[in-house]
């Protein structure tokens, strides 16, 4: 990806009310790129021209690609805001998001629906709404597809002292309502023994 590239990106995103299509893993390529060229970097003198030259450009790369996805985030919360109020459902175009994106997109969709639906409206009920039940609704349907999940995103809802997990691993302690990465099985056993309750359930963590 270069610089010229990123400019024209921002400046179609700027001027047009669709998003710009991305695909899917463009950030996961993006940080290749920026990988070989840190690596690059390391290989050469930091007096040397080459070395302010580089260091330049993978600072504008991270400039541009921030100034991008604010951009982008700002579209996608006015659209969500927008199908919110008119009651239109989830309208974003995902085919045009990168992974990340539509993750985001729909933890703000879930966001605002889970508000009325289980905040406001028992409020106004004179119920008292349930915190959890409206985290896991935030939450509820996002599932990153991997061949082999192995870790959960968990909620603890009784404070835990430290234990060993599988390959002697240790965790904890925690206290209610600390949420955590754990491995799939461990957190499938805290949950049976109500210690926690799963968040996200089975994707496999990125190394």
């Known amino acids: 990806?270069?610089?010229?590239?990123?400019?024209?990106?921002?400046?179609?995103?700027?001027n047009y009310k669709r998003f710009v299509r991305l695909d899917k893993n463009f950030f996961r390529k993006i940080s290749e790129s920026i990988k070989k060229l840190q690596k690059n970097l390391e290989n050469l003198p930091k007096n040397s021209k080459e070395y302010?030259?580089?260091k330049l450009k993978i600072d504008k790369i991270n400039e541009y690609i921030?100034?991008?996805e604010i951009i982008r985030i700002k579209k996608i919360i006015e659209l969500t805001i927008q199908s919110f109020q008119n009651d239109l459902g989830d309208i974003i175009?995902?085919?045009?998001?990168?992974?990340?994106e539509e993750v985001l997109s729909k933890i703000i969709y879930n966001a605002l629906i889970g508000y009325k639906e289980i905040i406001l409206n028992k409020y106004?009920?004179?119920?008292?709404?349930?915190?959890?039940?409206?985290?896991?609704?935030?939450?509820?349907?996002i599932q990153i597809k991997e061949k082999?999940?192995?870790?959960?995103?968990s909620m603890i809802v009784k404070p835990m002292k430290k234990i060993v997990g599988s390959g002697l691993k240790v965790y904890g302690p925690f206290k209610e309502k600390d949420i955590i990465i754990l491995?799939?099985?461990f957190?499938?056993?805290?949950?049976?023994?109500?210690?926690a309750i799963n968040i996200i359930k089975g994707y496999k963590e990125e190394k």
Do not use: A
């Not at 990806?1 to 700027?14: F, R, S």
């Not at 175009?93 to 990340?100: I, R, S, Y």
């Not at 106004?124 to 349907?141: A, H, M, T, W």
């Open 148 to 153: 082999k999940p192995t870790k959960s995103i």
């Open 1 to 14: 990806m270069e610089i010229k590239d990123l400019h024209v990106m921002i400046d179609d995103e700027k």
């Open 124 to 141: 106004l009920n004179g119920e008292n709404p349930n915190i959890r039940e409206y985290l896991s609704f935030v939450l509820k349907d």
């Open 187 to 195: 957190s499938t056993k805290l949950e049976n023994i109500k210690v």
């Open 93 to 100: 175009p995902k085919d045009n998001l990168t992974v990340e």
């Open 52 to 54: 302010v030259e580089l």
């Open 66 to 68: 921030l100034n991008l």
């Open 183 to 185: 491995d799939s099985n």
